[in-house]
């Protein structure tokens, strides 16, 4: 598979998970899915944007993600790594995107 397609069918995945993560939050199916599974997903996504930003990627707007879910995100992957405010104010700075 090259890598035109193969992105095509990242693509085509994300936006059919998109679909059932949204039915899965109105009927509770995301409530029922194993921790783990959740997990996965966040670190899945992690790797993307973390290359998808070396090429220009820009990042979620307040239309793709809350601000609850913005920092309940950066909260977890923070402890995750034993990082503290310091160390992603660091980070911030640094940061183009």
Not at 53 to 82: F, K, N, S
Request: hydrophobic share 45%; no cysteine; net charge negative.
């Amino acid at each position: 598979m090259s890598p035109s397609e193969r992105a095509a069918r990242i693509a085509a995945l994300v936006d059919d998970l998109g679909g059932e993560v949204d039915a899965g939050l109105g009927d509770g199916a995301i409530a029922a899915l194993d921790p783990d599974v959740a997990r996965r997903l966040v670190a899945v996504a992690a790797r993307t944007y973390a290359v998808a930003t070396e090429e220009g990627a820009h990042p979620p707007t307040g239309t793709d993600v809350t601000p609850t879910e913005a920092v309940v995100l950066a909260t977890a992957a923070l402890r995750a790594h034993d990082l503290n405010p310091f160390d992603l104010a660091l980070w911030f700075s640094r940061s183009t995107s």
